[in-house]
Nanobody
């Protein structure tokens, strides 16, 4: 079973930056990192989970939610089995639990959703804003 472990969350002042990481492991025989598309989703208290950024499995196609375009960037390092989310200019509305998800299929509609169609999930990493 694919396992995903997020890290990099913490308390950040508004306007500052941070990088979240998602380490993948447990691929079944015949599968490897670049077989999977990855997405970052977030859920703030009292709100529905929403898609933030996604990256395709075998090419450079990416998707970012309108609310984070120009501030968030998703990337991947298949050799290290890691997916990143670089966050800049953190806004007061960005605090949430950020989840990493993986699936064998990529689509922008799958990303722009609560992510229920994504098969594999991490447990999340918490990002909070401090003043």
């Amino acid at each position: 079973q694919v396992q995903l472990v997020e890290s990099g969350g913490g308390v950040v002042q508004p306007g500052n930056s941070l990088r979240l990481s998602c380490e993948a492991s447990g691929f079944a025989p015949g599968y490897m990192m670049d077989d999977f598309a990855f997405g970052w989703f977030r859920q703030a208290p009292g709100k529905e989970r929403e898609g933030v950024s996604c990256i395709a499995n075998n090419h450079d196609l990416r998707w970012h939610a309108d609310s984070v375009k120009g501030r968030f960037t998703i990337s991947r390092d298949n050799a290290d089995n890691v997916v990143y989310l670089e966050i800049t200019n953190l806004k007061p509305e960005d605090p949430a639990v950020y989840y990493c998800a993986a699936d064998l299929f990529f689509s922008t509609t799958r990303c722009n959703s609560p992510g229920q169609d994504m098969e594999h999930w991490g447990k999340g990493t918490l990002v909070t804003v401090s003043s």
